[in-house]
């Protein structure tokens, strides 16, 4: 018993066509697929792994290092508190009057950050967007690097499945250019539990509903990219007809 294996365990779901590129990547950090069940839109991947032990004297250092910052935590607190009534002290007159100070200028940086992204600013973006791989680890750092700032690219709806039991709201998989289903590389771009009014479609003909294989201008807010499921997260600022 005492040489038994133990296993931690992992379940992914990943949207049609992914599922060869999400197995790929995770047998690669060591995950074996035990199981999967297939829908007709949706897989459901099993894998897991052995447990690595971990070292009983790291187990023990673990706990000096507990014990080591408990004594210094509670010691920076003590000082902080001298630090804040000997602050408070020496506030000059101005401070105490409770004047506001001028408003400093933004930086280069800080407006660079409002401006919206795209392949033809963002040598970044554009290459993001010729990556062959959904899986690939720009994918991530992009969305570290960027999250919360808005992008904006031609694209067109790969697939669109109902989310849970509801019938008015839907998953988006999004790909760059016009082949709709038949996209084959950049990032899987995903909205989530939308409906059609969160797309905000705009231009000359606004239609009345969307489906795979529609072409769009999509400017989205960017979120996180899920690296099990190669999935790159996106909630929608506006969708123009193309």
Known sequence: MADEIKYEYKTVKTVRGTNGLVISKLQKDGWELVEQAHGALRSTLDFRR?????????????????????????TAAALG????KKDESDKPAAM??????AT????????????????????????????????DNANLDFATRHKGRTVAFDGSIVNMAP???YDTRYDLLLGPGDKGPKTGGGPAFKYEDVNI???KLTGKQIPATVGAGDTFRFVAEVGEFNADQCLFFLDPVSTETR
């Not at 052995?50 to 509670?74: E, H, S």
């Not at 105490?96 to 100070?101: D, L, M, Y």
């Not at 200028?105 to 401006?115: D, V």
Request: proline residues 12%.
């Open 81 to 84: 508190d001298g630090r804040e």
């Open 104 to 135: 400093p200028t933004p930086t280069a940086a800080e407006s660079a950050a409002t401006e919206v992204i795209t392949p033809q600013n963002n040598p970044e973006f554009a290459a993001l967007l010729l990556k062959p791989d959904s899986c």
């Open 163 to 165: 989310h849970g039991d």
């Open 197 to 199: 009014l969160d797309l």
């Open 50 to 74: 052995p447990k690595k032990p971990l070292p009983r004297l790291l187990i023990g250092a673990a706990a000096a290092v507990l014990v080591i910052l408990t004594i210094v935590i509670g």
């Open 96 to 101: 105490a009057s409770g004047k506001p100070s």
